[in-house]
């Protein structure tokens, strides 16, 4: 963990991280008001990484027998495709603003890709040199994606614990100590990542809402959305439900005996972890759910056929355990659910949108490939 403090460079961040959660102090720039003004020129792109638009679901809850209002938070809306575009350009800007870093620098981040997609935004459009560390797991299509975007890429190997000299938090803070004039953002220790959600993702959601909210339903990689959106909604609606989701494999749920297979392999990508990130505060959830890749899978394909939503399996996960948990908690018609749904079908083209590799993982069979449907229409 000290390994990201770096000696030489200490750290004038104001913000005070509680170990296990946020200290409660919000940020002393809460509004930036331009960035949240609709209808307006946008300067640039940075100003549209915001106000993502919050969507009623139709067709799964009516299919899956679901007397509650769900709505979703779309966060694939976002230009880099993900709800990262919202942290990336908040840690960059507090950064700025405490002096740590001045346009030429260069920016290195470990990440499983949309944070990356995200800072190498952030980058073009203010001048820095963009390096991102990235697991083999994660898709050809967010590194091809990255590298449109000028970042450099650095891969390291896929089953590494995070504490592993080839990982790619260790190799991030190796290239930071090589390359003069670098700077790590750190989205797992970064205290403006979940006050980004705090400011922006949690006020949109009340603003939209007016007050009516009983459950929010969220996944954790950094656990930064979660955890910025929930402290905000808990102050304000103290008994809303906070449901948090974790692929089986990683460690973040609570009670730990629930991560019993933990650090199994899982091909979701962009939540879970093997370890526990400072930004993540694992007590303001009220109850988790693990969930694994082929219900997830699954349901983003259900997402895309049943809402016309074109989104990642992270939102596919978030999606199945917002069904479980309005099921469980017996939800009725007069009560409101949110799920976050974090990234755009974009990065998983060669992945779970693809047939062929749904089969050779079992996730689907050839009964029920995705283009049977046509086959059927035209035969008929
Ligand atoms: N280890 C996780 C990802 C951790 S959260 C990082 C974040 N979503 C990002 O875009 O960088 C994984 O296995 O995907």
């Known amino acids: 963990d000290d390994d990201w403090e770096r000696p030489n460079r200490p750290s004038k961040c104001t913000y005070k991280l509680n170990g296990d959660g946020l200290a409660p102090q919000a940020s002393p720039h809460i509004h930036r008001d331009s960035y949240y003004r609709t209808g307006s020129i946008k300067p640039n792109i940075l100003y549209c990484m915001n106000d993502s638009p919050l969507i ?3 067709r799964i809850t009516k299919n899956d027998g679901v007397p509650c209002e769900i709505l979703a ?5 976002n230009p880099g495709g993900s709800v990262k575009d919202r942290i990336a350009v908040r840690m960059v800007e507090d950064a700025e603003e405490r002096g740590l870093i001045q346009p030429g620098w260069v920016l290195i981040e470990p990440t499983s890709g949309n944070t990356g997609i995200g800072i190498a935004i952030t980058c073009i459009v203010k001048g820095y040199r963009c390096v991102i560390v990235i697991s083999e797991k994660m898709s050809k299509e967010k590194v091809d994606i990255m590298k449109a975007l000028g970042a450099e890429i650095v891969q390291t190997p896929t089953s590494v ?5 080839s990982s790619n938090y260790r190799m991030a803070s190796k290239l930071a100590n090589t390359i003069p004039k670098s700077h790590i953002l750190n989205q797992f220790r970064n205290a403006s990542n979940p006050i980004a959600h705090y400011d922006g993702t949690a006020e949109e959601i009340l603003n939209a809402c007016d007050g009516k909210l009983n459950m929010l339903v969220c996944s954790a990689g950094t656990g930064g959305t979660l955890s910025g959106i929930a402290r905000k909604i808990k102050e304000r609606l103290p008994d809303c439900l906070i449901v948090g989701v974790d692929p089986i494999g990683s460690i973040l ?4 005996e629930v991560n019993e297979t933990s650090t199994a392999f899982y091909e979701i990508e962009g939540i879970g972890d093997d370890f526990l990130p400072t930004t993540l505060d694992r007590k303001i959830v009220d109850k988790w759910y693990k969930v694994g890749d082929k219900e997830s899978f699954i349901m983003s394909r259900r997402l895309a056929r049943e809402e016309g939503f074109l989104c990642g399996g992270s939102s596919g996960a978030a999606m199945y355990c917002a069904i479980k948990a309005a099921k469980e908690f017996n939800l009725t018609a007069n009560m409101r659910v949110v799920v976050l749904l974090p990234d755009s079908i974009r990065n998983y083209m060669s992945k779970f949108l693809s047939d062929e590799w749904m089969i050779a993982r079992a996730f689907l069979d050839t009964q029920t490939k995705s283009h049977d449907y046509t086959w059927f229409i035209i035969i008929s």
Request: proline fraction near 12%; aromatic fraction near 18%; include cysteine.
């Open 253 to 256: 749920a609570t009670p730990d």
């Open 56 to 58: 009623r679901i139709n």
């Open 73 to 77: 938070k779309c966060e694939f809306f």
């Open 161 to 165: 614990s995070y504490d592993a000299p």
